[in-house]
Each structure stands twice: as C-alpha cells, then as structure tokens.
C-alpha cells in the first residue's frame, strides 16, 4: 500500500496523463460487484441500458474527458496569448508608416545640407573672385608665397636668437662706458637691442615691402622707407657704438654727451672694437630686416588674400565632407533599422509557425488521448462485465458485447490556422518588400544627394586658379 500511488494516472511527462486502468479497477471495485451483481443475475439478460456500476465507470471517464478538455484549452489559451504578444498587425502599421517617413527625413536632411554647402560654396568663390581680381589688377601670374607654420617658426626662432646675441653682445660692449658695469650695460643692452631688432623686421615687414607694387606711388614709398631704415639702422647702431666710448667718470649725463658726438662727428670712433660693435649692430639690423621682408609673401596684400581663399576651401571641403558623412550616417542607421525591422519580422514569423505547430500537436494529443480515455472505458467495463459473466447462471445482456463508444470533444482549428498561417506570411512577405524598397529609395537618395552637392561646384563653377579651371586645361 505505501508503493501505490494516490491518484489514477500513470506518471508520464505529458500534458494529458493516462489513466491507469488496473488501478481506477481497484478503487471501484468492479471485479467484486461484478461477481456478487453477476451471482445476483442482475443486470437482467433482458437489459437495454447500463446498470448504476456501469454508469459510474462512464460517469468517472466522463470526468476525467472534460479535465482533460479543460488542461487542453488552458492550453490553447496560452498559445493564444503567444500569439497575440507577437502583435504583427502593429508591426506592420509601423513599418507602412515609418519606411516612407524615413525616407523624407533623409531628403529633408540633405535639402538642408544642400543650402549649408551652397553658402560656403558662395563664400568660397567670393574669396576666389577677390583674388582673381587683385591679381588681375596688380598683373600677378604666380601663386601667393604662404609661409608654412614650421617657416613660421623658424623665422621667429631667427629673431629670438638674434635678440639673445646681441643682448649679450652690447651688455658686454655698453658695460665698458655704464657707470653700473655690467648690470647697467645689459639694462641698456636689452632696450637697444629690442629696438634694433623689432623695429628692423616692422620696417622690412610693412613700409619696405610696399617696394614690390606695381603703383609707382607705392613704389616710390616703398624705396622712402628702404631709405629710412638705412639711416635708422645706422644712427641707431653710431649711437651704441659713440655710447660705447663714453666713460664712467664723464660728468653729466652720457646721451647728451653721445648726442654731441653724434652732431659734431658721427662717423669718428676712437675704437677698432667700436666699429666692430657698430657692424655686428648693423648686421643683424639687416637680417632682422630682411627677415620681415620673407617673412610672407613680398606683394603687399596678396598672402592675405590667398589666406582667406585657402581657408574658405577648407571650411568648404570640410563642410561637404561632413555633410556627407552625416548623410551616410542617417543612411546606415535607417537601413540598419528597416534590416532590423525585416528580421524582426523573420523571427516573429519563426515564432508564429512554432506555436501553430504546437497547437497541432496539442490538438493531435487532445484527439489521440480521447481514444485513450474511450479504450479505458471499455477495458473497465470489460473487467466489470467478465466478473459478472463468470458468475451468472443466465446468459449476459446482449449489450455487453457491443463495444462501448464515448462521444469526443472536436475542435476545429487546424484549417483556421493553416489559413492564418498563408495569410501572415503574404503579409510578411509583402512588409519585407517595402522596407526593400525603402533601403533602396534611402541608398538612392544618399546617391541623389551626394551627386546634388557635386553639381553646386557647376552652379558656382572655381576661378581661374581654381581646380575646375584646372581639370579644363
């Protein structure tokens, strides 16, 4: 007793467990009513219609019919409800509704690019044009000559280190005639040297440069101030080397006395060291000069120019470089969401097919557990009726021997989901297809857009310098 189990099923990891027919036996006792009904002559030999036993036995099958039918639309339910989470027709709204939108987006996004690419494009060729015609007034063939940052660099590294030198140099000299020694010649040093050198690359960088228009007049200021600089650097470095020779013990003030030797015989110096430290100052005048002079390009006005025209190309190709990027970014991200919209769409399909084949399979189960259940029936009722045979002394009713049939549970869902089935996948298969033809229209548009910013370069064709002009020839 304590290995039999309490209830009349046999254990199976199956939906709809099967009865156990020895067991349901058992409990109803149906070998000894059967004998004790059957010492009884009862049923009659007569009898049309089942005995109370009998009717227990079906009323119990009959139970255990309908428990099975409940667990089997339990069942259903929830496959119902798996299928109502997959929501295909709100899939399919969306897609219908965002494919196309995506598409405007994306135009949208590139008319806007268009007009920002139009404007720098406008500003680039209104730089070109106010080069093409400096040059064209000024009669200039050749490119502007930009200095290069590392150019820049090492012209003002020139500077730097001609600043050093001659700090050092005039200290040394000028600590000779300061009545501070060394610390007053480098305090003086550093002021005349400052002015030696920056004011020597100011003259070369502006007034001198002015040489090199082609209007007389600015020519003829050009060479004024070529003249100038030559009697600056020369008074400036006579005045240093006169300040050299004055002595500490000279009583008064020293640029009175260097003002009288410069009034009454500038150009006599009592030293060799003077004239030495005369040439040195006047040299790297010269250099500092012509340092101003190279440091951009020698046409007055040109370099600037060509500057404006290199940076409005280049906040121009950047721009449309940009724009393109960001238009192939909003491309591979509404292509990657349609793609992923479409295999979304495969997936849910996959999980549609699974549960309309699970369904099947729960509704061939429900049916072949029905035959099941029917066969038990019999086989108790066979157990019942045997032990009733055995023990009458009159001949059986004559309905013992007709087999007993239990009316089944039908539900009728199989075509129903097959057609379903057809149904959801010609609507996949059509969803599938528009967002095709989305990515397409999207991969043509981003074409469409990119050759629409080429064609702003033919609305507003490059000057003459430019790489248009250059492709012609």
């Known amino acids: 007793m304590l290995s039999k189990p309490q209830h009349p099923y046999r254990p199976s990891t199956e939906v709809f467990l099967d009865l156990n027919v020895n067991h349901v036996a058992d409990d109803l006792n149906l070998s000894a009513d059967g004998g004790v009904r059957g010492a009884e002559e009862r049923p009659s030999t007569d009898a049309e219609t089942l005995d109370d036993i009998e ?13 099975a039918h409940s667990i089997y639309l339990e069942h259903l339910h929830t ?98 005639s300061n009545p501070q020694g060394l610390l007053g010649g480098a305090v003086q040093a550093v002021s005349f040297a400052a002015l030696n050198i920056i004011a020597s690359f100011l003259w070369g960088l502006v007034p001198i440069r002015l040489i090199n228009r082609r209007n007389f007049f600015f020519k003829l200021i050009g060479l004024a101030s070529f003249i100038l600089y030559l009697a600056f650097a020369i008074g400036l470095n006579l005045t240093l080397a006169h300040l050299r020779e004055i002595t500490p013990s000279v009583n008064g003030d020293a640029g009175q006395e260097v003002m009288i030797q410069l009034l009454k015989a500038p150009f006599v110096l009592n030293d060799i060291i003077s004239w030495v430290f005369f040439g040195i100052g006047f040299i790297f ?17 040109y370099a600037s120019l060509e500057q404006r025209c290199n940076e409005a190309r280049a906040q121009y190709t950047e721009g449309k470089a940009e724009l ?53 029936c019999r086989a108790l009722l066979a157990i019942y009726r045997e032990a009733n045979r055995k023990a009458r002394s009159t001949p059986a009713p004559a309905y013992f021997t007709k087999p007993y049939n239990m009316d089944r549970i039908v539900y009728v869902g199989t075509d129903r989901d097959e057609t379903a089935r057809d149904q959801l996948r010609q609507s996949i298969l059509e969803a599938q297809d528009i967002l095709k033809g989305q990515i397409q229209a999207i991969h043509e548009a981003f074409d469409e857009a990119v050759r629409s910013y080429r064609e702003i370069d033919d609305l507003i064709p490059e000057g003459k310098f430019g790489p248009a002009a250059a492709k012609k020839t």
């Open 55 to 67: 009717h227990r036995v079906v009323e119990l099958i009959e139970t255990h019919k309908q428990d």
């Open 79 to 176: 496959y119902d409800e798996r299928l109502t989470a997959l929501n295909f027709e709100e899939r399919f709204a969306i897609i219908q509704q965002a494919a196309p939108e995506s598409v405007g987006e994306f135009r949208a996004e590139a008319a806007l690019g268009r007009d920002e690419l139009f404007s720098l494009r406008r500003r680039l060729y209104d730089s070109e044009q106010e080069r093409d015609d400096f040059r064209k007034r000024h009669k200039l063939v050749r490119p502007a000559r930009l200095s290069s940052q590392g150019k820049t660099i090492l012209k003002v590294g020139i500077l730097a280190v001609l600043f050093v030198v001659e700090v050092v140099i005039n200290g040394n000299f000028l600590a000779k």
């Open 285 to 301: 005048s010269l250099i500092a000069m012509t340092d101003g002079l190279l440091f951009t390009d020698p046409y007055f006005g």
């Open 324 to 376: 393109v990027e960001r238009l192939r970014d909003i491309r591979d991200a509404a292509s990657e969401a349609m793609n992923g919209a479409a295999r979304d769409l495969s997936v849910r399909r996959g999980e549609f097919d699974a549960i309309i084949q699970a369904r099947g399979r729960l509704a061939q189960r429900f049916a072949e557990h029905q035959n099941h259940i029917e066969r038990s």
